[in-house]
């Protein structure tokens, strides 16, 4: 098991300075990856679920063991349970979730790059939604976010070796889409995929 670094020792002591290192590194990122998944629940947005899910973290910092970098998939991972959670609450509520669109996006599309974010996450999501749900989730994890496989799976609560089979699939799929696309389509993750052929 690995060791806690500087930076998690000291947000386990309730070290301000080192919850908003591990804020810095990660809030972006959390938002990015929620924004592409959407809600589970239609009255919270992307901020809402990541505020619970920063929340949760603080609650539990005992609870982990790593690196700040291992932070990440642990985060992600409590962001996936407290999605799950709001979409079980809607089942619960009888309530019919609508498509995560612009009006859901909140202050998600305005925090960085105003409408052009919005905008982006859009295709991003038009992009994964050619994909089955997991590989749109590793892909999500792995292309959008940055995440590695460890952190993937982590946040996932999938095995590695399945990270990078899903991952690999993708790759392929949206090389095949890329080939048959129009030279006017936009594309914001598929030339990503013709650059980098490595399913790491």
């Known amino acids: ?3 806690d670094d500087e930076t998690v020792s000291l947000a386990k002591c309730g070290d301000q300075a080192a919850w908003a290192a591990l804020y810095s590194a990660h809030a972006g990122r959390l938002l990015a990856w929620l924004g592409t998944a ?3 629940d239609p009255g919270a947005g ?3 679920v990541a505020a619970e899910a920063w929340l949760v973290a603080a609650q539990k910092i005992a609870d982990f063991t790593g690196t700040s970098s291992d932070f990440a998939g642990w985060l992600f991972g409590i962001a996936r349970n407290v999605n799950a959670n709001g979409r079980r609450r809607v089942v619960r509520r009888r309530t019919d979730p609508h498509a995560f669109g612009v009006d859901d ?4 599309g305005r925090t960085d790059g105003g409408i052009d974010r919005v905008d982006r ?3 991003v ?3 994964l939604a050619c994909l089955s749900p997991r590989e749109a989730d590793v892909v999500a994890c792995r292309d959008v976010v940055g995440l590695d496989v460890a952190g993937t799976a982590e946040a996932l609560g999938i095995r590695p070796t399945a990270v990078r089979i899903a991952h690999h699939r ?3 799929r949206l090389r ?3 080939d048959e696309a129009e030279p006017d389509q936009p594309r914001t993750l598929l030339p990503e995929v013709r650059r980098n052929p490595a399913t790491g």
């Open 176 to 178: 095949g889409l890329l």
């Open 46 to 48: 992307a901020e809402d």
């Open 125 to 127: 999501r038009r992009t």
């Open 1 to 3: 098991m690995p060791e």
């Open 170 to 172: 993708a790759r392929q």
């Open 105 to 108: 996006e909140g202050d998600l």
């Open 38 to 40: 959407g809600s589970g």
């Open 121 to 123: 996450l859009d295709e």
